[in-house]
Nanobody, 126 residues
């Protein structure tokens, strides 16, 4: 059974940093795409960044570049989202999503993915 578990959310001050983790399980980590999305109240789910396997190519939404970085932590078998220079507008529930059995591809549209986790709340406030 495919499962994704997000962790690392919480309260952070404007200008601060936070790192989220996505722990995938239930599928072979050979050919997959994993992406981070976020959804604020009353807004559509928004793609942030994705990473493909096995080539490790990443794509980021233009407005996130320079602040958010997606990476794979092979020692922990997790996908990280490192966030810096955070703003109150970054407040949202952050989700990781995956599409399995597809090699060297990733995208930033939620409809392209098959499985997603429960999400982790990130609040940016002083």
């Amino acid at each position: 059974q495919v499962q994704l578990v997000e962790s690392g959310g919480g309260l952070v001050q404007p200008g601060g940093s936070l790192t989220l983790s996505c722990a995938p399980s239930g599928f072979t980590l050979d050919y997959y795409a994993i992406a981070w999305f976020r959804q604020a109240p009353g807004k559509e789910r928004q793609g942030i960044a994705c990473i493909s396997s096995p080539d490790g190519t990443t794509h980021s939404a233009e407005f996130m570049k320079g602040r958010f970085t997606i990476s794979t932590d092979n020692s922990e078998h997790t996908i990280k989202l490192q966030m810096s220079s955070m703003k109150p507008d970054d407040t949202a529930v952050y989700y990781c999503e995956t599409k399995i059995n597809r090699a060297n591809w990733c995208g930033l549209l939620a409809a392209e993915y098959t499985f997603w986790g429960q999400g982790t709340q990130v609040t940016v406030s002083s």
